[in-house]
Nanobody, 123 residues
């Protein structure tokens, strides 16, 4: 069992940066691949980024590639999403999730989810 709590969201102007954190509790964190998803009003939840349990491999949606960096600190049981050059279209609730397989781009690959943190980018 893994419990996930996101933080770090907020209101930022276009071009700004935010760093999201996801604190995990539970013994399986260090052996779990982790991902970030987002969901805007009226839209489906979409993949943002993921990384393997060791952090050695990372995956990004084309829409955020080059602007976002996912990382993890297994000693702190925390995964991060650094977001730079933010755009209004990045506005969404951001969720972190723990994976059960390696289909990182698909929400149904993830078994545990946080409650989400709101990111709002003003133009």
């Amino acid at each position: 069992q893994v419990q996930l709590v996101e933080s770090g969201g907020g209101l930022v102007q276009a071009g700004g940066s935010l760093r999201l954190s996801c604190a995990a509790s539970g013994r399986s964190f260090s052996s779990s691949a982790m991902g970030w998803f987002r969901q805007a009003p009226g839209k489906e939840r979409e993949f943002v980024a993921a990384l393997t349990a060791s952090g050695g491999n990372t995956y990004y949606a084309d829409s955020v590639k080059g602007r976002c960096t996912i990382s993890r600190d297994n000693a702190k049981s925390t995964v991060y999403l650094q977001m730079n050059s933010l755009k209004p279209e990045d506005t969404a609730v951001y969720y972190c999730a723990a994976a059960r397989g390696n289909r990182y781009y698909y929400p149904n690959n993830y078994v545990y989810w946080g409650q989400g943190t709101q990111v709002t980018v003003s133009s």
